[in-house]
Nanobody, 124 residues
Framework: QVHLVESGGGLVQAGGSLRLSCAASGRTFSSYNMGWFRQAPGKEREFVGG????????RYADSVKGRFTVSRDNAKSTVSLQMNSLKPEDTAVYYCAGRFSALVYTTLTEYNYWGQGTQVTVSS
């Protein structure tokens, strides 16, 4: 099992940047595909980006491509989401998620483990 804790959320102006981090417990972090999802008020939780267990493969939602970057440090058991050129529509609670797999999944039902979420608010 893996326990996930997100940090780094906050309030930022449009055009600004934020970096979210997700710290994982457990000794097998490097065996987990990791993903970032977000949920805005009144909307379903959606995929943002994901990274394979080696870090060699990443996938992104079209809405964030070119602006967001997912990375991981297996030695530190952390996964990060660098968010640049933020827009008001990026406002949401952001969650990291994990699955014991080599593949990068984009659907939330594929993930077994979830953090508690961190709020990101982008003002216009």
């Amino acid at each position: 099992q893996v326990h996930l804790v997100e940090s780094g959320g906050g309030l930022v102006q449009a055009g600004g940047s934020l970096r979210l981090s997700c710290a994982a417990s457990g000794r097998t972090f490097s065996s987990y595909n990791m993903g970032w999802f977000r949920q805005a008020p009144g909307k379903e939780r959606e995929f943002v980006g994901g990274i394979s267990r080696s870090g060699g493969t990443t996938r992104y939602a079209d809405s964030v491509k070119g602006r967001f970057t997912v990375s991981r440090d297996n030695a530190k058991s952390t996964v990060s989401l660098q968010m640049n050129s933020l827009k008001p529509e990026d406002t949401a609670v952001y969650y990291c998620a994990g699955r014991f797999s080599a593949l990068v999944y984009t659907t939330l039902t594929e993930y077994n483990y979830w953090g508690q979420g961190t709020q990101v608010t982008v003002s216009s």
